[in-house]
T-cell receptor
Framework: DTEVTQTPKHLVMGMTNKKSLKCEQHMGHRAMYWYKQKAKKPPELMFV???????INESVPSRFSPECPNSSLLNLHLHALQPEDSALYLC????????????FGPGTRLTVL | SQQGEEDPQALSIQEGENATMNCSYK?????LQWYRQNSGRGLVHLILIRSNEREKHSGRLRVTLDTSKKSSSLLITASRAADTASYFC????????FGTGTLLAVQP
């Protein structure tokens, strides 16, 4: 299984809502990533988990809270988001600590009203 | 910003023609990767070239890397309509930093 899955595909939320994005991989990869992508822009790294521990936080606002419950799952908890947080959120995984080939999920299209 | 630059921003060619995209990056890297993204979808890894390599081939893809100029190029030969997508280079250190991307349109 060489797939990274993400749920939900689409999410619309108000600024006072709390929601979570989920990501799952069963390739035995030990590094997992969250990226944010605005329209017509490249993906921007948000967080990196290595061996289930947060190793990189790219100065992301605290209204985004990542969680890695186990080696296969990665969550992104959302709270009190702003309309400018509307974007495509991509999850990716790679085999280990060396940044080699990353496998991306299809993304969650988030709209904040 | 550590973000790399790609040119051209957009490229339109006919099926069967070759497409060349260029990438420049700012910091020393361990490897340089190229990804394709179809509209609004996840990225798909195409090819990786390590910092001690100068050229690499994979099917219709040819990648070059010039670490002295901090630049790379991706050549797609004999393009097909299905190659229509955005292409991103990514310089890898302890993380992957993507370039600005090239939007390729292949006309049938």
């Amino acid at each position: 299984d060489t797939e990274v899955t993400q749920t939900p595909k689409h999410l619309v939320m108000g600024m006072t809502n709390k929601k979570s994005l989920k990501c799952e991989q069963h390739m035995g990869h030990r590094a997992m990533y969250w990226y944010k992508q605005k329209a017509k822009k490249p993906p921007e790294l948000m967080f990196v988990y290595s061996y289930e521990k947060l190793s990189i936080n790219e100065s992301v606002p605290s209204r985004f809270s990542p969680e890695c419950p186990n080696s296969s799952l990665l969550n992104l908890h959302l709270h009190a988001l702003q309309p400018e947080d509307s974007a495509l959120y991509l999850c990716a995984s790679s085999q280990g600590l060396t940044v080699d080939e990353q496998f991306f999920g299809p993304g969650t299209r988030l709209t904040v009203l | 910003s550590q973000q790399g630059e790609e040119d051209p921003q957009a490229l339109s060619i006919q099926e069967g023609e070759n497409a060349t995209m260029n990438c420049s990056y700012k910091t020393s890297i361990n490897n340089l990767q190229w990804y394709r993204q179809n509209s609004g979808r996840g990225l798909v890894h195409l090819i990786l070239i390590r910092s001690n390599e100068r050229e690499k081939h994979s099917g219709r893809l040819r990648v070059t890397l010039d670490t002295s100029k901090k630049s790379s190029s991706l050549l797609i030969t004999a393009s097909r309509a299905a190659d229509t997508a955005s292409y991103f280079c990514g310089g890898a250190t302890n993380k992957l930093i993507f370039g600005t991307g090239t939007l390729l349109a292949v006309q049938p």
